[in-house]
């Protein structure tokens, strides 16, 4: 049970950016109407799966957890100056004011339930 929760969470997580993606990608003029509204229920949906996720995993998580969810964080880390290439490469072609906040709140939330994903997906694998 904690695994599928810990799973569909990661699963939200992704479809939750691809939102902002899309959106900076996509001429304001020509996004589609639903699209805000979407990113808002997903991104809501979201926002409660890690809350669960981080109240059910904190009792879980030791120091073994703290280190792998490090080393995931280095990967997440990785895609700032990631977004620095882009930034220069594509300027203007992507609305950096959606982009910006929307992976920003989603990275930092990313990032604090990482132990937590990680404890949940393994408590369900030993037993």
């Avoid at 049970?1 to 997580?13: D, E, K, S, V």
């Avoid at 950016?17 to 979201?46: C, K, M, N, Q, S």
């Avoid at 990482?114 to 030993?126: M, N």
Wanted: proline share 4%.
């Amino acid at each position: 049970m904690n695994a599928r929760l810990a799973q569909a969470c990661i699963a939200l997580f992704a479809l939750s950016t691809a939102f902002p993606i899309a959106a900076a990608l996509i001429d304001e003029d020509r996004r589609p109407p639903w699209l805000g509204g979407a990113d808002v229920v997903i991104a809501a949906i979201t926002f409660l799966s890690a809350a669960i996720v981080a109240t059910r995993g904190r009792a879980l998580v030791t120091d073994r957890h703290r280190v792998a969810a490090y080393h995931t964080s280095q990967v997440v880390f990785a895609t700032v100056p990631l977004l620095l290439a882009v930034f220069f490469v594509v300027g203007e072609r992507v609305d950096w004011d959606v982009l910006v906040v929307g992976l920003a709140w989603r990275g930092w939330l990313l990032l604090y339930t990482l132990p937590f994903l990680v404890a949940l997906l393994e408590v369900d694998g030993e037993r």
